[in-house]
């Protein structure tokens, strides 16, 4: 297993030099030694440590916290003070910059040792959360039906692009919204409201269809579920049956598909699976990394069968459409819109339309969401 790094930052030489071989007698590598604040930057960027130990008194004229607020910004290293002052005052300030512990010299080793450890350990956690949250504002957004996320007070946590330009709400007044607001703008109906009132706990999807501005929408209501089996926020999914409404023949089919269709909803990732697109998440190169539950009905495939091909495996050899590796490879920033024929598990050919978004993950590593909605 790879030793964690660590950035010792302290004015005072011969403690600076306890606190390294402390350190390194714990298995972690020390990268190096700082003693002012903006020396304690430049090394955080340059090293790119796992954890930072932050002594608040240095030489110059900026002090630890400080220095950690800014190590948190722009370099997203936690930071752990190990400081000899324990005042109220001085730990409230410190607080305020998000540090990951907080030790009082003289310190003992085991304590030391283990928050260096937790502080590793949740950072890791917390760069995971922010991947998934990345990769679910980006599925969020790849849908064309507008759809929005409250929290059990009712108010806005994220809209999608979709929701905020038919609305045209301006940028950056979306989150802290509440469902009166929206229904007093016009946004969504009272009756949408009242339904998400009545089954934000219900641990089940609910859905019914209303007419509302002209427009027969098929409302979905995904309640959230945390680790604990709790609901902590709702989805609301808002699509366009206009057309199959008006076709009695559709409305038949739909209604009946309507039924069937009932889906266990767990955390963020059940909005991907409630999304009648299917959706294919690539690497960089293209190789598949995972599908949702309409790609495996619409085409055929389980999950294991596709993960590890390559998308292009998915089209008919005769589609003119490109999507070969070196598609890839030369093109990491741009999203793609394009029509191709894909073909299925029974090499039956389906024409869809498709959107594929780049999106950068840790250690600026890209992935490739596509959409595909079939073109009838």
Not at 186 to 195: E, H, Q, R, W
Request: with cysteine.
């Amino acid at each position: 297993m790879e030793k964690k790094r660590v950035l010792v930052v302290e004015d005072e030489f011969i403690t600076a030099s306890d606190i390294s071989a402390a350190v390194e007698g714990m298995g972690y590598i020390v990268t190096g030694t700082a003693d002012t604040g903006e020396d304690a930057i430049n090394a955080a960027q340059e090293q790119k440590p796992d954890a930072v130990l932050m002594d608040i008194n240095l030489k110059g004229d900026m002090n630890g916290i400080s220095a950690a607020e800014i190590i948190r910004k722009k370099s997203d290293i936690p930071v752990i003070f190990l400081t000899g002052q324990s005042d109220d005052a001085t730990v409230n300030r410190a607080l305020e910059s998000e540090p990951f512990g907080y030790i009082v010299k003289p310190f003992e080793e085991r304590n030391l040792r283990t928050s260096l450890r937790m502080a590793i350990y949740k950072h890791s956690i917390d760069r995971e959360l922010k991947e998934n949250e990345k990769l679910i504002h980006t599925l969020f957004d790849a849908t064309g039906d507008p759809m929005f996320m409250i929290d059990q007070k009712t108010r806005v946590l994220i809209m999608n692009a979709v929701f905020i330009n038919t609305h045209k709400i301006a940028s950056g007044s979306d989150v802290g919204l509440d469902l009166d607001t929206l229904v007093g703008s016009g946004f969504i109906s009272k009756k949408l409201a009242d339904m998400i009132r009545d089954h934000f706990s219900d641990r089940v999807p609910f859905r019914f269809e209303e007419k509302f501005h002209d427009m027969w929408l098929d409302q979905r209501i995904n309640p959230l579920l945390n680790l604990n089996g709790d609901v902590t926020r709702c989805a609301v999914h808002s699509h366009d049956v206009s057309q199959i409404k008006n076709a009695e023949q559709d409305l038949k089919i739909i209604n009946e598909q309507l039924e069937k269709e009932k889906v266990k909803l767990l955390l963020y990732e059940a909005i991907v699976e409630n999304m009648h697109d299917n959706v294919v998440v690539t690497d960089s190169g293209g190789y598949i990394l995972m599908v949702n539950t309409s790609f495996q009905s619409r085409f055929g495939y389980n999950p294991d069968e596709v993960k590890g091909k390559h998308i292009s495996s998915m089209q008919s050899p005769d589609d003119p459409a490109y999507l070969k590796v070196g598609a890839f490879i030369e093109d990491k920033k741009n999203v793609w819109n394009m029509n191709i024929v894909a073909l299925n598990k029974n090499k039956i050919k389906l024409k869809c339309s498709l959107k594929s978004t780049p999106i950068t993950g840790e250690k600026q590593q890209v992935y490739r969401v596509f959409v595909l909605r079939d073109i009838l």
